[in-house]
């Protein structure tokens, strides 16, 4: 299978959330060390907390140590903190609404696809009023399946392809910010851009062997609308 490659046609944008379109650390963060208090594990510092934005949470709290057995219940706690509120202390980056819109209105196919409990991402994405550059709106959104705690990036992909009766072709792309973006695309054939504003360490996404990454809201139009003179307002 032939990979999309910089400068040739896009139909198909599948959006990593946190990390990507939005800065959601400091709701994600706060909620996860009122998590780890009220089950009586040690908080992590602030650089590590901030790598959990983006992977699965089991990925990230094993990571740290927890007891397989211990983090379902971590996670809950979590959820009930962060939904209560704590998910709209969080803010879109510079120039992501238009890049949005922007492809939307060239008529390519956008998508969600982030590691975010499905229910949770609709209403952060209903929030911001991003819904109407969507395939679909809100049914443009796709996430984990919260029960299935093994749920990875590679299976919501497969659910957002099928969904939207899409084979992984060469003008197919991921847009993410961490590895477990590349990877989970890659497992579908799907090329990834990846974005340097959100969570991951250096080198982290040109190791996972992201097709380009880039500084910029600019720079991401750029390759994905390469027909536009002037991709953002």
């Not at 602030?46 to 990571?63: A, H, I, T």
């Not at 809950?76 to 949005?100: K, Q, S, W």
């Not at 029960?147 to 009766?165: E, F, G, M, S």
Request: aromatic share 6%; proline share 6%.
């Amino acid at each position: 299978m032939t990979r999309w490659s910089p400068g040739t046609r896009v139909s198909l944008v599948l959006f990593d959330l946190d990390g990507t379109l939005s800065d959601s650390a400091p709701g994600i963060t706060s909620s996860m060390r009122t998590a780890l208090t009220h089950h009586g594990f040690e908080v992590p510092s602030d650089d590590v907390l901030n790598s959990f934005v983006g992977p699965p949470f089991r990925v990230s709290l094993e990571g740290i140590g927890l007891p397989p057995e211990r983090v379902d219940e971590v996670v809950t706690t979590y959820r009930t903190d962060y939904e209560a509120g704590r998910l709209f202390e969080n803010e879109l980056y510079p120039g992501i609404r238009d890049v949005l819109a922007g492809l939307a209105d060239a008529g390519t196919t956008v998508a969600v696809a982030t590691s975010k409990p499905q229910a949770t991402a609709r209403r952060i994405v209903e929030h911001f009023g991003l819904a109407p550059h969507l395939a679909g709106g809100l049914e443009g959104v796709f996430g984990a399946d919260v029960t299935n705690p093994r749920d990875a990036k590679a299976d919501v992909i497969a659910r957002a392809l099928a969904h939207l009766q899409r084979e992984p072709d060469a003008d197919v792309v991921m847009v993410g910010d961490r590895l477990h973006d590349v990877e989970g695309a890659a497992k579908h054939g799907i090329a990834t851009i990846g974005v340097s504003w959100g969570y991951a360490a250096p080198d982290e996404l040109r190791d996972a062997g992201a097709t380009a990454v880039v500084d910029s809201a600019d720079d991401l139009a750029a390759l994905l609308l390469p027909g536009a003179s002037r991709p953002l307002d």
